[in-house]
């Protein structure tokens, strides 16, 4: 099982609450926005055969339901100047509710946390992380694990080369 540590968290959700069915409509509706959010109404309406008002209604009520998330806009960190991108492993001293917790807060807290998952497999957490070179990313772990009582060890795996990035969720047909 795995947690995003950000606003947003699905396994944080109500096992109770009911997802309304996705017709073929809101589907393709959803995969025309996970290519571009910013697609106009009257453009999703003629690609999938209904009105704007309709297609309008559809993705506020998929918004209410929660299926979608957020829009935002996907910033390119190396464009930036964020040289460094790292994935790191990080094992807690125990799993207590409170130990747990309290890293969930403080990988929210920062900045440079890009994602962030609460893991089984014998490590705590997998967390993404940005930064400018290896003189910030120093500082960074030392922050956010070496200086931290809570954290027993953690690895860092520095990325070569971004071979897939995205936030888009397949779609299922039926």
Do not use: W
């Not at 947003?8 to 509706?29: E, G, N, Q, V």
């Not at 492993?89 to 890293?103: I, P």
């Amino acid at each position: 099982m795995a947690t995003k540590c950000n606003n947003y968290s699905p396994m944080a959700r109500k096992p109770s609450i009911r997802r309304p069915a996705l017709d073929p409509f809101d589907r393709a509706i959803l995969r025309i926005l996970q290519r571009d959010n910013r697609t106009p109404q009257r453009t999703i309406a003629e690609a999938v055969n209904l009105s704007a008002a309709a297609v309008q209604r559809r993705i506020a009520a998929m918004e209410s339901a929660g299926i979608i998330a957020r829009n935002v806009a996907v910033v390119d960190a190396a464009a930036l100047g964020m040289a460094i991108t790292s994935i790191v492993e990080v094992h807690l001293t125990d799993e207590r509710a409170g130990t747990v917790d309290a890293a969930k807060a403080l990988f929210r807290a920062a900045p440079e946390v890009q994602q962030c998952y609460y893991v089984t497999g014998g490590i705590s957490f997998v967390v993404v992380i940005v930064a400018t070179d290896m003189v910030a990313y120093e500082a960074i772990t030392r922050r956010l694990f070496a200086q931290n009582e809570a954290v027993a060890s953690y690895r860092s795996l520095v990325a070569l080369d971004r071979v897939k990035f995205g936030a888009e969720v397949q779609v299922p047909s039926a």
